[in-house]
């Protein structure tokens, strides 16, 4: 059973830090490129930052560029989001995803991804 657990949401200030994490359960876990999406109320669900099965490729909106990084962790499965100098436009549920793909270096931007985690709420206060 796959099972992508995110955690490390919270209520921040306007130019403060958080760092999400999403553990996952898939196998093996560089088989999957890895994606943060987010949904903000009233809004479609968004693409913020992907990385390639082996970490070679990563890719994020243009909003977050600069400020967030995506990694990963082959020893604990986990993905990452470090987020800094946040806004209050990136309040938002955080989703974590995964895909399985033959492609060693594409990341995936399109919310097509094949698990999803629940979620995990950030909010910036201003």
């Known amino acids: 059973q796959v099972l992508l657990v995110e955690s490390g949401g919270g209520l921040v200030q306007a130019g403060g830090s958080l760092r999400l994490s999403c553990a996952a359960s898939v196998h093996p876990f560089s088989d999957y490129a890895m994606g943060w999406f987010r949904q903000a109320p009233g809004k479609e669900r968004e693409f913020v930052a992907g990385?390639?099965?082996?970490?070679?490729?990563?890719s994020y909106t243009d909003s977050v560029k600069g400020r967030f990084t995506i990694t990963r962790d082959y020893n604990n499965p986990t993905v990452y989001l470090q987020m800094n100098s946040l806004q209050p436009s990136d309040t938002a549920v955080y989703y974590c995803?995964?895909?399985?793909?033959?492609?060693?270096?594409?990341?995936?931007?399109?919310?097509?991804?094949?698990?999803w985690g629940q979620g995990t709420q950030v909010t910036v206060s201003s």
């Open positions: 990385i390639s099965r082996y970490a070679s490729g990563t």
């Open positions: 995803a995964a895909e399985k793909t033959e492609s060693t270096r594409t990341v995936p931007t399109t919310a097509d991804y094949d698990y």
